[in-house]
């Protein structure tokens, strides 16, 4: 599909080591696939450039949502069996995605470096910074212009994380030149108003691992994705709950 009109909206651009493309997003809801299968009200920004429907940007699953569409041409319909959410679970659950972690009024220095070949603007929502930390009356910015080989970095004011207004959720912050926004140039800065203890391992307080640790598997009692959550609340089966460690299916054989 990608190959027709809707080539400026595939993931073109990343930041870090992912992409979240509106395309793929898009076209997933409106085919009946993937998490937002059954979302009826999922229309524009409101969910194709937050985590709230869709999860976190750029998480890699074992099974993609276009499992069985890659050949589907515009105007056909999926055949039967190709709808509706397909992922177990997410690879690399532990550091999943495109967000960066922080509690509120955290000091936050953000390093911007440009390892491409194209002029980006950084632009972050919610926070500032000065253009010189150091010089009370310099200019005060929320976006910068970076070109190839070029680094910033960006000390926020006004508090740190969650800035003047004291926000918390996710503050976006993308390549403010839309083409490449819209393909995928884009992160959560995520500011937390509580304790998040990450996810315990089966090392953690009951010995080490007896079996290899595998993606999506999920110590008992520990902190669960949100992938994980999500489909708990569909009534779909989650590999890694109550499986021991080592027998779910992200588990390598021997
Ligand atoms: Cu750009």
């Known amino acids: 599909?990608?190959?027709?009109?809707?080539?400026?909206?595939?993931?073109?651009?990343?930041?870090?080591?992912?992409?979240?493309?509106?395309?793929?997003?898009?076209?997933?809801?409106?085919?009946?696939?993937?998490?937002?299968?059954?979302?009826?009200?999922?229309?524009?920004?409101?969910?194709?450039?937050?985590?709230?429907?869709?999860?976190?940007?750029?998480?890699?699953?074992?099974?993609?949502?276009?499992?069985?569409?890659?050949?589907?041409?515009?105007?056909?319909?999926?055949?039967?069996?190709?709808?509706?959410?397909?992922?177990?679970?997410?690879?690399?659950?532990?550091?999943?995605?495109?967000?960066?972690?922080?509690?509120?009024?955290?000091?936050v220095k953000f390093r911007n470096t440009h390892i491409g070949k194209e002029q980006h603007v950084f632009h972050l929502h919610n926070h500032q910074w000065l253009f010189n930390p150091n010089d009370d009356n310099?200019?005060?910015l929320d976006a910068q212009g970076i070109g190839p080989g070029a680094g910033y970095t960006y000390e926020m004011n006004q508090g740190g994380s969650g800035n003047r207004n004291k926000s918390t959720g996710d503050a976006i912050f993308h390549c403010h030149f839309y083409p490449h926004f819209a393909q995928g140039m884009w992160y959560h800065f995520r500011i937390n108003d509580t304790f998040s203890a990450g996810t315990r391992l089966a090392a953690s307080g009951t010995g080490y691992h007896t079996a290899r640790w595998g993606s999506g598997q999920h110590h008992a009692g520990g902190r669960r994705t949100r992938l994980s959550r999500w489909r708990d609340r569909r009534g779909h089966a989650d590999p890694g709950r109550g499986a021991a460690a080592g027998q779910g299916p992200g588990a390598h054989a021997g």
């Open 138 to 140: 310099s200019n005060y």
């Open 1 to 107: 599909m990608f190959r027709y009109v809707l080539a400026g909206v595939k993931d073109g651009f990343m930041i870090n080591y992912g992409s979240g493309g509106i395309g793929s997003e898009i076209i997933a809801n409106r085919l009946g696939v993937g998490p937002t299968s059954d979302c009826a009200s999922c229309a524009y920004e409101e969910f194709f450039l937050t985590s709230l429907a869709l999860n976190d940007p750029a998480l890699t699953v074992d099974i993609p949502a276009n499992v069985g569409l890659e050949a589907l041409l515009p105007g056909q319909v999926p055949p039967p069996g190709t709808q509706g959410p397909k992922a177990n679970y997410v690879i690399g659950a532990e550091d999943a995605a495109n967000v960066h972690h922080s509690y509120l009024n955290d000091f």
